[in-house]
């Protein structure tokens, strides 16, 4: 049973049932119901590690260009915000393969991915993305590391031509290391962003940006490996 603040209880098949016409009635009242997305997803996952925010994991899903049936190598589970979010866009074509080292990490996204319905897509791999990928003529290696510039290697000779090596960091530090790594190994089109996020608040008299700003959460590094 599913419980409705207000409304009482309801079973879980009556609530997907409605899902076909977007209207539920109960307790004398019409709802409208639609389906999660993968944003009302990930808010609500179980956390262990901080996510990635949507702002972020969009810059790296369109600067990586990951679609219908991408093969993608993920370094760092988290607590699964990302890979949800990759699992979503690569769809039933494509694949995702997350190592992580943490028995912790990796159970917590276990369960978060299977909560989305997204585990037929999905491998988990207790193993160091920088001691060496497994996995060939990959379309995109994204990683959410302390040390990127570590993995650089192994992405390399992972990576298909022209795929996408991806690195967030926090600091800039972090930044200048993992750029340096990737010149050295011959990567393409190294580019490093950072995007803020304002809202804008529309009123009756006019519209203002809004007080609250998500500002610095982290940086997005990407490159495009070469032959």
Not at 43 to 63: N, V
Request: charged letters at 20%; proline letters at 3%.
């Amino acid at each position: 049973m599913i419980e409705i603040a207000g409304l009482g209880t309801i079973r879980p098949e009556l609530l997907k049932s409605s899902l076909e016409t977007g209207r539920l009635v109960i307790g004398g009242k019409s709802l409208s119901t639609r389906r999660a997305s993968v944003s009302d997803i990930i808010s609500l996952i179980e956390r262990k590690a901080q996510i990635l925010t949507s702002k972020d994991i969009a810059m790296i899903i369109h600067l990586c260009d990951i679609r219908c049936g991408s093969k993608v190598v993920e370094g760092g589970a988290g607590s699964g915000a990302l890979t949800i979010a990759l699992l979503a866009s690569v769809a039933s074509a494509g694949n995702v393969t997350t190592y992580e080292l943490r028995d912790d990490f990796a159970a917590i996204t276990s369960r978060n991915v299977n909560l989305a319905g997204l585990s037929d897509r999905w491998s988990l791999k207790k193993a160091d993305i920088c001691s060496g990928i497994d996995e060939r003529d990959i379309n995109a290696v994204i990683v959410d590391i302390p040390n990127p510039w570590d993995c650089v290697q192994s992405a390399s000779d992972a990576l298909d031509v022209g795929g996408s090596f991806c690195a967030f960091v926090p600091n800039v530090n972090q930044v200048e290391r993992t750029v340096h790594a990737l010149r050295d190994r011959g990567f393409a089109e190294i580019r490093a962003f950072e995007t803020l996020l304002r809202e804008m608040v529309v009123h009756n008299r006019g519209i203002r940006p809004s007080s609250d700003m998500l500002g610095h959460t982290g940086y997005v590094i990407v490159s495009m490996s070469k032959p």
